[in-house]
């Protein structure tokens, strides 16, 4: 008996299958393009190329690109798609620094973008791209001048002491409790920059509702949107707009509008100064700066031009602050014999110093300085660096051309994780940044800021903010884990930035006068 098909579902297939076929040629047309150009690469995937584990949420962006580079430690440069896009990735540091530092102006842009219809999204200057980003970081450059330093850690010490008296609401006399210490500190940090760049007293060590701090658990949320927002800005920009995606989550964006053209009206009516970001953004609305008088570049310092600095300022500032404070204190619980070196670094030093607290104090305590740079390097909260070729560039060495517009990721996480540079880097050891062990290693198999013109502009404020967080914990508290530490720790496959994927439960017990 002959078994009939109907003719509508012969077309059907048909079509589907023409479909199929035409999307997987179309997906993996570019499959060979770093085996013709003699740079090895990692076998791609269909449609998705390498970023499946990414795409996916199984593996974070930083944990996706550290793989890549510890995978892979016999060659220089590794090719890899993001679902049909060539992409490479830079293993030797040689390189590096050429793209870094030395050919800088072949790599001045970041590959990463967010939605042209997104103002605060493309004006912040993390995303600009040349001749704008030259212009905006030249001007705001100001406002991390060793003096202004000084006078914004005064501000950061009247934080302190908010932090100060905030502990003692704890209790944690005698034996001492457990407490949700990444919280805590995401309070402190909150409220340092929001008083250092926005001339308010967010008060969120005292009021957990607080707006700055709702806003923050906006941005930085790991919801599922998000997690695929940051992946595109990253490593698909070119979908932002399709999708309206936003860099600043949209009432956060708005809240920190407001705020801004508040203060900035305020200050303005009132000739209120304090030499912080808000200072320098009226100075460059008014086209006061020196920077100013002398460039003839298009961008307008007004409307949500500035508004952008100062989001960026506050995402830079808070989040990456909170979570080194975060991970350092993890590591100084499990390691009692570091914790106790660290206290009596701070307490002597504060005894020698009458118990005064200023930037270079705060700046000049090595063993401090070890323990900060030791965490950065096993936890770096931005885990890779991003450039896009400006102009055909010849490798160095090589007749590889890399053709414009091709993404170049640098994977700070690999580095830091990479044995032939730090050995057993699982282990949580400030001794490799003693003055003698840095000598013994490329500077720049440790880039927890970036390095080069593109480095993190405010690099000394953010050391400054976490430092002071730090010596006023250690300092009088001891920090143990507890039944309820998540030991190892795991960090979030979801997040953009190095984070944990809990919360961080330790025991906490003051010490006796």
Excluded at 234 to 244: A, D, E, S
Excluded at 342 to 350: G, P, V
Excluded at 477 to 497: A, C, G
Aim: hydrophobic share 40%.
């Amino acid at each position: 008996m002959a078994f009939f098909v109907p003719i509508w579902l012969v077309n059907c297939a048909i079509i589907f299958l023409s479909i199929l076929a035409t999307s997987y040629f179309y997906m993996t047309r570019n499959f060979n393009y770093w085996k013709k150009k003699n740079i090895v690469e990692k076998k791609p995937l269909p449609f998705f190329g390498n970023y499946f584990p990414c795409f996916a949420l199984q593996t974070s962006p930083g944990d996706f690109l550290k793989d890549l580079h510890a995978e892979h430690n016999s060659v220089n440069q590794l090719g890899f798609y993001i679902f049909d896009k060539p992409c490479l990735l830079v293993r030797d540091l040689e390189l590096v620094n050429r793209i870094l530092v030395k050919d800088f102006n072949a790599f001045c842009d970041r590959y990463s973008g967010s939605n042209s219809d997104d103002p605060l999204g493309v004006a912040n200057l993390f995303t600009l791209q040349n001749p704008h980003w030259k212009t905006v970081r030249t001007k705001l450059s100001p406002t991390f001048t060793s003096g202004k330093l000084k006078q914004m850690l005064q501000l950061m010490v009247k934080v302190g002491k908010d932090l100060d008296r905030y502990f003692e609401t704890l209790k944690l006399e005698g034996e001492g409790r457990v407490i949700e210490l990444r919280e805590v500190v995401a309070r402190y940090t909150t409220d340092v920059i929001a008083t250092c760049a926005y001339g308010i007293e967010a008060n969120c060590l005292n009021n957990p509702n607080a707006e700055f701090r709702k806003c923050g658990k906006k941005i930085f949320n790991d919801s599922y949107k998000r997690a695929f927002e940051f992946r595109s800005f990253f490593f698909t920009p070119g979908i932002t707009k399709l999708f309206g995606m936003q860099f600043f989550e949209r009432t956060s964006s708005e809240f920190l509008r407001k705020v801004l053209w508040d203060t900035l009206t305020q200050r303005m009516k009132n000739g209120i100064h304090r030499n912080d970001l808000i200072d320098t953004l009226i100075q460059l609305k008014n086209g006061q700066t020196e920077a100013s008088l002398n460039d003839d570049d298009s961008f307008k310092f007004d409307g949500d031009n500035l508004t952008a600095q100062a989001a960026i300022y506050f995402t830079g500032g808070s989040e990456t602050t909170l979570l080194t404070i975060a991970f350092t204190l993890y590591e100084l619980a499990l390691q009692p014999d570091i914790q106790s070196r660290l206290r009596e670094e701070i307490t002597s030093a504060l005894e020698e110093n009458g118990g005064n607290i200023d930037y270079e104090w705060v700046m000049r305590l090595p063993y401090l300085g070890m323990v900060v740079s030791e965490t950065l390097r096993k936890y770096p909260v931005v885990p890779f660096l991003d450039r896009v070729v400006n102009t055909d560039y010849k490798i160095p060495g090589s007749d590889t051309v890399l053709e414009k517009h091709t993404p170049i990721f640098i994977s700070v996480f690999g580095f830091h994780h990479d044995p032939e540079y730090f050995p057993d880097p699982e282990k949580y050891d400030p001794e490799r940044f003693s003055n003698e062990n840095k000598q013994t290693r490329p500077s720049r198999a440790y880039m927890p800021f970036g390095d080069g013109p593109h480095n993190c502009i405010g690099l000394r404020f953010a050391l400054a903010s976490l430092k002071l967080g730090l010596i006023k914990i250690v300092s009088k508290y001891k920090l143990f884990p507890s039944k309820d530490t998540v030991i190892p720790l795991r960090l979030n496959p979801r997040s953009f930035f190095t984070t944990m994927d809990h919360d961080l439960f330790l025991k906490v017990q003051k010490i006796d006068d």
